[in-house]
């Protein structure tokens, strides 16, 4: 790409239009849209003014919004018009969603009135809604129609639909009768009416599902479209595959992000500034800061106690196998937890599962952590002979430090155990009391892991070490 960028200024600088408009048209508008954003930003408006109006309208949308406000602030109103006029609705909402008022102000002046009232219609809908999504170009046809008569009604108005694979049936009073396609039609004798070769087992979602769910419905039932139905069942629109790409797409990203502990974000990254990246990131920082204050008072307490109990290379050794501890038990914690969350937005994990997905954990636990414990323990032996070599291995500390040894692995293995605990279960916890399941992966089962494991660790230590050996 970055080649044809700069074959593209060469055009550009030497005026030859012709050529240059003879490859763009060759090009798909998505690559058009690649091609732009390696540019500068004045040659956009020549080159996108070289386009058909339909490819041109095509690769608008496929632009990001920070491009597309720059050309639609350079467009005059009839250029404007033009690209509007050949936009689907769906796209047009996005576009509309994403613009500063003054931008919006002069979309909408351009576009013609029915444009216009179903731009706002839709955007009455809650912001990931499947009625905020859809669109309502699609074709619908009658029970009583002939295979004749559809087909000369799909010829004269499915110029202008988004899909005319899928053709909805609908009654008088716009409720969903079922659907029929393309194939069948064609393959159909002329005087069949629709009723009779409509599918009426029509799988549908209300305006004000969540799109997410639409998305996964998509994916689950290898749709191409949606037919979107009101509490009345009647039909309003449809929701095409290419939404539900982009839908999941936009969903795994901001799981990955909250994941991560950052507020989500709806730019890419090299088009967001350092500002606007602190003010997502800070929030959290200092929220799991702050909430790192219960370890520090648990080291601290332990701490003290320790210097009191112990001899101080006990202490020191027990110190030194915090870290471990904590990555071991965060690690583990975090397996669970984003297994346990790809089963939640997939669907195939419900609350109802949950003494299941225990269990399952419990028994995974039981063995993750007698391995990570006897390796921890061979560890922790082969690093003693080394310090104690020769003559000196069996000396005065050996037995104090058999026993950190076997404490630490027992503090490993009920660590693994419990963080897998709280990594299956908060999640689905999350996700039955309204909260998103992601927000409970990552640095919040951290965190917990983190007290618990101390808690443990320093626990079993005064159980089990005897204090202040000779």
Same mark, same amino acid.
């Given at each position: 790409?970055?080649?044809?960028?700069?074959?593209?200024?060469?055009?550009?600088?030497?005026?030859?239009?012709?050529?240059? !408009?003879?490859?763009?048209?060759?090009?798909?508008?998505?690559?058009?849209?690649?091609?732009?954003?390696?540019?500068?930003?004045?040659?956009?408006?020549?080159?996108? !003014? /070289?386009?058909?109006?339909?490819?041109?309208?095509?690769?608008?949308?496929?632009?990001?919004?920070?491009?597309?406000?720059?050309?639609?602030?350079?467009?005059?109103?009839?250029?404007?018009?033009?690209?509007?006029?050949?936009?689907?609705?769906?796209?047009?909402?996005?576009?509309?969603?994403?613009?500063?008022?003054?931008?919006?102000?002069?979309?909408?002046?351009?576009?013609?009135?029915?444009? !216009? &009232?179903?731009?706002?219609? /839709?955007? &009455?809908?809650?912001?990931?809604?499947?009625?905020?999504?859809?669109?309502?170009?699609?074709?619908?046809?009658?029970?009583?129609?002939?295979?004749?008569?559809?087909?000369?009604?799909?010829?004269?108005?499915?110029?202008? &639909?988004?899909?005319?694979?899928?053709?909805?049936?609908?009654?008088?009073?716009?409720?969903?009768?079922?659907?029929?396609?393309?194939?069948?039609?064609?393959?159909?004798?002329?005087?069949?009416?629709?009723?009779?070769?409509?599918?009426?087992?029509?799988?549908?979602?209300?305006?004000?599902?969540?799109?997410?769910?639409?998305?996964?419905?998509?994916?689950?039932?290898?749709?191409?479209?949606?037919?979107?139905?009101?509490?009345?069942?009647?039909?309003?629109?449809?929701?095409?595959?290419?939404?539900?790409?982009?839908?999941?797409?936009?969903?795994?990203?901001?799981?990955?992000?909250?994941?991560?502990?950052?507020?989500?974000?709806?730019?890419?990254?090299? &088009?967001?500034?350092? /500002?606007?990246?602190?003010?997502?990131?800070?929030?959290?920082?200092?929220?799991?800061?702050?909430?790192?204050?219960?370890?520090? /008072?648990?080291?601290?307490?332990?701490?003290?106690?320790?210097?009191?109990?112990?001899?101080?290379?006990?202490?020191?050794?027990?110190?030194?196998?915090?870290?471990?501890?904590?990555?071991?038990?965060?690690?583990?914690?975090?397996?669970?937890?984003?297994?346990?969350?790809?089963?939640?937005?997939?669907?195939?994990?419900?609350?109802?599962?949950?003494? !299941?997905?225990?269990?399952?954990?419990?028994?995974?636990?039981?063995?993750?952590?007698?391995?990570?414990?006897?390796?921890?323990?061979?560890?922790?032996?082969?690093?003693?002979?080394?310090?104690?070599?020769?003559?000196?291995?069996?000396?005065?500390?050996?037995?104090?430090?058999?026993?950190?040894?076997?404490?630490?692995?027992?503090?490993?293995?009920?660590?693994?155990?419990?963080?897998?605990?709280?990594?299956?279960?908060?999640?689905?916890?999350?996700?039955?009391?309204?909260?998103?399941?992601?927000?409970?992966?990552?640095?919040?089962?951290?965190?917990?892991?983190?007290?618990?494991?101390?808690?443990?660790?320093?626990?079993?230590?005064?159980?089990?070490?005897?204090?202040?050996?000779?």
């Amino acid at each position: 790409m970055a080649n044809l960028a700069t074959a593209i200024t060469s055009l550009i600088e030497s005026k030859k239009y012709g050529t240059l !408009r003879d490859i763009l048209v060759t090009m798909n508008a998505a690559d058009i849209a690649a091609l732009f954003e390696d540019l500068e930003p004045e040659m956009l408006p020549r080159l996108f !003014r /070289l386009l058909p109006k339909e490819l041109a309208a095509d690769t608008f949308v496929e632009m990001d919004s920070d491009s597309q406000e720059m050309l639609i602030k350079g467009f005059s109103d009839s250029e404007l018009k033009e690209v509007i006029d050949e936009l689907y609705i769906d796209d047009a909402v996005d576009i509309v969603e994403e613009m500063p008022a003054n931008v919006v102000k002069r979309i909408l002046a351009q576009a013609d009135p029915d444009t !216009r &009232k179903l731009i706002n219609e /839709l955007l &009455k809908y809650p912001d990931d809604s499947a009625g905020s999504m859809m669109t309502t170009e699609y074709v619908e046809l009658r029970p009583n129609l002939t295979v004749e008569d559809a087909i000369k009604t799909i010829r004269r108005t499915g110029i202008d &639909k988004e899909t005319i694979n899928i053709c909805y049936v609908t009654r008088a009073d716009r409720t969903l009768y079922g659907y029929v396609t393309i194939r069948r039609l064609i393959l159909s004798q002329p005087e069949m009416t629709i009723g009779d070769l409509a599918e009426t087992n029509v799988i549908s979602c209300r305006t004000m599902d969540d799109q997410e769910t639409v998305a996964q419905t998509l994916s689950k039932y290898d749709l191409l479209a949606l037919p979107v139905v009101d509490g009345e069942n009647r039909l309003v629109g449809i929701v095409t595959v290419d939404d539900a790409i982009d839908v999941l797409q936009e969903e795994a990203t901001e799981d990955i992000e909250k994941m991560a502990a950052i507020t989500p974000s709806d730019k890419p990254y090299l &088009k967001t500034g350092v /500002l606007a990246l602190y003010v997502h990131r800070i929030p959290w920082l200092c929220i799991l800061m702050v909430a790192a204050i219960f370890t520090e /008072l648990v080291i601290n307490h332990f701490s003290n106690l320790m210097s009191v109990q112990f001899q101080s290379f006990i202490s020191a050794m027990l110190l030194a196998c915090i870290p471990m501890l904590m990555d071991t038990g965060g690690n583990a914690g975090n397996q669970a937890s984003v297994t346990i969350i790809r089963g939640i937005s997939l669907g195939e994990i419900e609350f109802k599962d949950l003494p !299941r997905v225990i269990f399952k954990e419990w028994r995974i636990s039981l063995l993750a952590g007698a391995t990570l414990a006897v390796v921890n323990f061979g560890k922790m032996m082969l690093m003693y002979a080394i310090v104690y070599s020769g003559p000196d291995y069996f000396n005065h500390q050996f037995a104090p430090y058999l026993l950190v040894a076997v404490t630490v692995s027992i503090a490993l293995c009920c660590t693994v155990f419990l963080a897998k605990f709280i990594g299956c279960s908060l999640p689905i916890l999350a996700k039955k009391i309204g909260f998103d399941p992601a927000v409970m992966a990552g640095p919040f089962i951290t965190t917990i892991v983190d007290v618990t494991s101390l808690l443990i660790l320093f626990g079993l230590a005064l159980m089990v070490v005897p204090h202040n050996v000779v």
